[in-house]
């Protein structure tokens, strides 16, 4: 089973600031597919942005981007101007490539706390 | 187009009963995905459904979990003798299949053993 690691419990950022979670996974795929998930006190798991790992370029959706590091297996979530709706736990999910494996493997998850 | 209903949102069980927790995939998708979620820890995977066909257990405990998703009606994770440990979020995600369709998740149902 593929391991995610989310090595920060929790974050804490001044609205209109930028900050930055990490996530590290291990792997012996070549092609496979990351995502960022985003848990508000509602629960509700919402997909914030997804990467694929045969593309080099990283993916950005608004004010969320990451940067991914295939070599190093990192791949991290930067939220720019934040805003006190993105408090939320966030969470790093792998996911095979292999046709018969489409289980996402999650981190522990950051807290992320947006300060007004 | 509805999202993925989870009912209930709440339930309470004492220990011995048996609890069950529906998932009704959107509309057009036929594969369902369970995970589970212990207080501050991810999600844990549990089992990944296709219709009448359980595709991967790997993430079940071996006694008194069990999954289904009919030919007809919403998918069912059914856990039998509930203990305390059992108490948990548990979410359900469909999608259409395949590796670049994504999976979209309920609002989870809380199970609280008493």
């Known amino acids: 089973a593929q391991t995610v690691t989310q090595s920060q419990p929790e974050m804490s950022v001044q609205e209109a600031e930028t900050v930055t979670l990490s996530c590290t996974y291990d792997?012996?795929?070549?092609?496979?597919?990351l995502f960022w998930y985003k848990q508000p006190p509602s629960r509700q798991m919402i997909l914030v942005i997804r990467?694929?790992?045969?593309?080099?370029q990283n993916a950005t959706e608004n004010r969320f981007s990451v940067n991914f590091q295939k070599a190093a297996k990192s791949f991290s979530l930067k939220i720019s101007d934040s805003q006190l709706g993105d408090t939320a736990m966030y969470f790093c999910?792998?996911?095979?490539?292999?046709?018969?494996?489409?289980?996402?493997?999650f981190g522990a998850g950051t807290t992320v706390t947006v300060r007004a | 187009n509805a999202g993925v209903m989870q009912n209930p949102r709440h339930l309470v069980r004492r220990r011995g009963q048996e609890a069950r927790l529906r998932c009704s995939p959107m509309k057009g998708h036929s594969h369902v995905y369970w995970y589970r979620q212990l207080p501050e820890e991810g999600l844990k995977f549990m089992v990944y459904l296709q219709k009448e066909n359980i595709i991967d257990e790997s993430g079940m405990p071996k006694e008194r979990f069990s999954a289904e998703f009919p030919k007809e009606g919403p998918s069912i994770l059914r856990i039998q003798q509930v203990v305390r440990g059992d108490s948990a979020a548990y979410f359900c995600?469909?999608?259409?299949?395949?590796?670049?369709?994504?999976?979209?998740f309920g609002q989870g149902t809380r199970l609280t053993v008493v």
């Open positions: 995600a469909s999608s259409e299949g395949g590796m670049n369709t994504e999976a979209f």
């Open positions: 999910a792998f996911m095979s490539s292999r046709w018969d494996d489409y289980k996402l493997s």
């Open positions: 792997t012996s795929e070549n092609n496979y597919y």
């Open positions: 990467q694929e790992a045969y593309k080099q």
